[in-house]
């Protein structure tokens, strides 16, 4: 039996995969973007992300959490408040998701143009075959 040799950068390819799909995950570069302008509470980003339930809304806030891009703050009100702000590297992170955004916006009438095309190609090659 011969040992299956790993590329040196195949931990590293796996940790950047594992980032890549927290981060294109529906909801967590809204939050990101959402958060940019500062620190807000569960249920202001909850109204400011239309549609998200609030099981997702959780779980995404902390996987997010989780990978550092931001903090939970506990307010030890009656209830208590939560509110979560981007740490440093979160906020790095938006600047990114900002380009990307604009890249998609510039680029919308190209992506429609070739999806439809595409599609229509699919249907002509499914009408012969």
């Known amino acids: ?18 980032m890549l799909a927290r981060l294109g995950e529906k909801w967590s570069m809204l939050v990101v973007m959402l958060l940019r302008d500062g620190p807000r509470r569960f249920n202001d980003i909850k109204r400011n992300t239309g549609g998200i339930s609030q099981q997702m809304l959780t779980r995404t806030l902390r996987g997010l959490e989780r990978d550092g891009m931001l903090t939970r703050t506990i307010h030890p009100t009656s209830p208590p408040q939560v509110e979560y702000q981007l740490t440093e590297m979160g906020l790095s992170l938006s600047e990114p998701a900002s380009a990307f955004g604009q890249w998609v916006q510039e680029h919308l009438a190209e992506i429609d143009a070739a999806r439809d095309q595409f599609d229509q190609r699919v249907i002509s090659e499914k009408a012969v075959g």
């Open 1 to 18: 039996m011969t040992a299956v040799t790993l590329h040196p950068l195949h931990r590293d390819c796996q940790k950047v995969s594992q």
